[in-house]
């Protein structure tokens, strides 16, 4: 159980594109999911939480028009980077949890964003 | 503020090796500690959930216990395997439903 998928693994796109990223969990209610991006040899930086029919919450210096996040649904979260810059390529990781699993939490596989 | 601290923050042994590594928290009052392990360029793979009423949680060669009193958990892993080589991560949520605060990680290395 407590499975989350996450697509696409790995894109390219040109500056300037934009680029949306689906965070799936499979098997159990998420009510909660959270994005992160990651640095070569760092660690995970929280981006934003989103709670399911609401707003997403945003930390300190995530641009919230610019990393546009919508979880429209228990199980779908999606992230989506708008006008891509070099600058904005990372390793970007979901995480989801729930009720079902006594709030444990659930990580995508990531996806590796690369702007060109 | 929730700080989660770990050591070592690097760790090389020779297979076969019994090892431990250490998780301490700040803050007490938490939900639950879960133990994480990342290979290079993947995401988190879920290793062991202890809830805060728990004290220990067993999974294969892993165990893991904690004392939220003294606010550590422990990471015991018996006979190392050069599989087991990954970055390893302890994170803590203060509730059901917040961001997890991850320590920075021990990165190990078993040699064959």
């Known amino acids: 159980g407590a499975v989350v998928s996450q697509h696409p693994s790995r894109v390219i796109c040109k500056s300037g594109t934009s680029v949306k990223i689906e965070c799936r969990s499979l098997d159990f209610q998420a009510t909660t999911m959270f994005w992160y991006r990651q640095f070569p040899k760092q660690s995970l930086m929280l981006m934003a939480t989103s709670n399911e029919g609401s707003k997403a919450t945003y930390e300190q210096g995530v641009e919230k028009d610019k990393f546009l996040i919508n979880h429209a649904s228990l199980t779908l979260s999606t992230l989506t980077v708008t006008s891509a810059h070099p600058e904005d390529s990372s390793f970007y990781i979901c995480s989801a949890t729930g009720e079902a699993f006594n709030y444990g939490y659930t990580f995508g596989s990531g996806t590796r964003l690369t702007v060109v | 503020k929730q700080e989660v601290t770990q050591i070592p923050a690097a760790l090389s042994v020779p297979e076969g090796e019994n090892l431990v590594l250490n998780c301490s928290f700040t803050?007490?009052?938490?939900?639950?500690l879960q133990w994480f392990r990342q290979d290079p360029g993947k995401g988190l793979t879920s290793l062991l959930l202890i809830q805060s009423s728990q004290r220990e949680q067993t999974s294969g060669r892993l165990n893991a216990s904690l004392d939220k009193s003294s606010g550590r958990s422990t990471l015991y892993i018996a006979a190392s395997q050069p599989g087991d080589s990954a970055t390893y991560l302890c994170a803590v949520p203060n509730s059901g439903n917040t961001p997890l605060v991850f320590g920075k990680g021990t990165r190990l290395s078993v040699i064959a």
């Open positions: 803050d007490s009052a938490i939900y639950n």
